[in-house]
């Protein structure tokens, strides 16, 4: 039987120092000492909070939006779902539970926060019995026969 020493370790090189012990100044000054080349590079814009950095682009963009906002429920048909709601006796939380939404709908619709939404004008609109889209703002609405 051939005898071969399991227990024997070769090492082939040594591992060099991390990226965080090569930039440390300790490491920077000993191999300045040794005479081995340093190179040293800005990063552009490092430590620095650059993120928010105003452009000629987000300038322009800023300018645009102006035009881009969305249509917003009028404070007149606000108003008129207000009015409609009180007449009925109804609280913002009852008329939401009434139509399957959330109380925050009916208080964005009523203080003209929310952004048009045909179901859900329709649904209060049946709910308080007034009209809320078209010329007749405000207007009972007609009864139309169920189709069968």
């Not at 399957?100 to 929310?114: H, L, R, S, W």
């Not at 859900?120 to 026969?145: F, S, T």
């Amino acid at each position: 039987m051939a005898e071969s020493d399991w227990d024997t370790v070769t090492v082939l090189r040594k591992k060099g120092p991390t990226a965080a012990q090569a930039k440390s100044k300790q490491a920077i000054t000993a191999a300045q000492r040794r005479g081995e080349s340093i190179e040293t590079s800005k990063k552009w814009s490092a430590g620095q909070n650059k993120q928010h950095l105003v452009t000629k682009n987000t300038a322009k963009l800023d300018r645009e939006t102006e035009e881009l906002h969305h249509e917003r429920v009028s404070l007149e048909v606000g108003k008129v779902i207000q009015q409609g709601r009180q007449n009925k006796g109804l609280t913002q939380k009852d008329l939401a539970t009434k139509i399957n939404e959330k109380p925050q709908v009916i208080a964005d619709y009523e203080t003209g926060k929310a952004i048009p939404n045909n179901q859900i004008m329709g649904k209060i609109e049946r709910a308080i019995g007034l009209k809320l889209r078209g010329k007749e703002i405000g207007q009972p609405l007609e009864a139309k026969p169920k189709k069968k």
